[in-house]
T-cell receptor, first 114, second 113 residues
Framework: GAGVSQSPRYKVTKRGQDVALRCDPISGHVSLYWYRQALGQGPEFLTYFNYEAQQDKSGLPNDRFSAERPEGSISTLTIQRTEQRDSAMYRC????????????FGPGTRLLVL | AQSVTQPDIHITVSEGASLELRCNYSYGATPYLFWYVQSPGQGLQLLLKYFSGDTLVQGIKGFEAEFKRSQSSFNLRKPSVHWSDAAEYFCAVGNTNAGKSTFGDGTTLTVKP
């Protein structure tokens, strides 16, 4: 079956522009997670959803970052007024739901802000 | 707050040699612990996980890990490394009250022929 997909795979943008990153989870997965991974570091939690409800957004760095999952499936992570420090790999994962369930990761979106 | 430390940034082993990657965690209760592998251009793949019970956990690709509460460790081992094991390995601790995981900064494994 299909795994987690993310688009675009690469995104180059200019400072000040808004970007929207898309995640399509595994069908039937209840929980969806967003992580950010800087070079040489492990993934850093941003936010997660159960169905369409955003359960925890404590990892979002500031109010330029937002995420939604309006129908409980596809999710969009939006970064407004991008800055060079936003450059990173953005990873999405999904799971069946429930504490400790295995998270399946997508290939990531590499964002470069010039 | 939960945290994970992977003390070794880079490890090189010869093909066929044994491997141990270290992971230390900080968490207030019994943790959920994970090891992931990341190959270039790929997403993270789960190797194994510990929730409770037997402290020696078997995973895919011949990997195993042992949970040692007294040492707050969850080291990853493999008896004989293959060239295809060259990758980056991440240890993570899961929050037992919520869905998020906290990752270490990873260990890059190089396998010499």
């Amino acid at each position: 079956g299909a795994g987690v997909s993310q688009s675009p795979r690469y995104k180059v943008t200019k400072r000040g522009q808004d970007v929207a990153l898309r995640c399509d989870p595994i069908s039937g997965h209840v929980s969806l997670y967003w992580y950010r991974q800087a070079l040489g570091q492990g993934p850093e939690f941003l936010t997660y959803f159960n169905y369409e409800a955003q359960q925890d957004k404590s990892g979002l760095p500031n109010d330029r970052f937002s995420a939604e999952r309006p129908e409980g499936s596809i999710s969009t992570l939006t970064i407004q007024r991008t800055e060079q420090r936003d450059s990173a790999m953005y990873r999405c994962a999904s799971s069946l739901g429930g504490i400790g369930e295995t998270q399946y990761f997508g290939p990531g979106t590499r964002l470069l802000v010039l | 707050a939960q945290s994970v430390t992977q003390p070794d940034i880079h490890i090189t082993v010869s093909e066929g040699a044994s491997l141990e990657l270290r992971c230390n965690y900080s968490y207030g209760a019994t943790p959920y612990l994970f090891w992931y592998v990341q190959s270039p251009g790929q997403g993270l793949q789960l190797l194994l996980k510990y929730f409770s019970g037997d402290t020696l956990v078997q995973g895919i690709k011949g990997f195993e890990a042992e949970f040692k509460r007294s040492q707050s460790s969850f080291n990853l081992r493999k008896p004989s490394v293959h060239w295809s094991d060259a990758a980056e390995y991440f240890c993570a601790v899961g929050n037992t009250n919520a869905g998020k995981s906290t990752f270490g900064d990873g260990t890059t494994l190089t396998v010499k022929p």
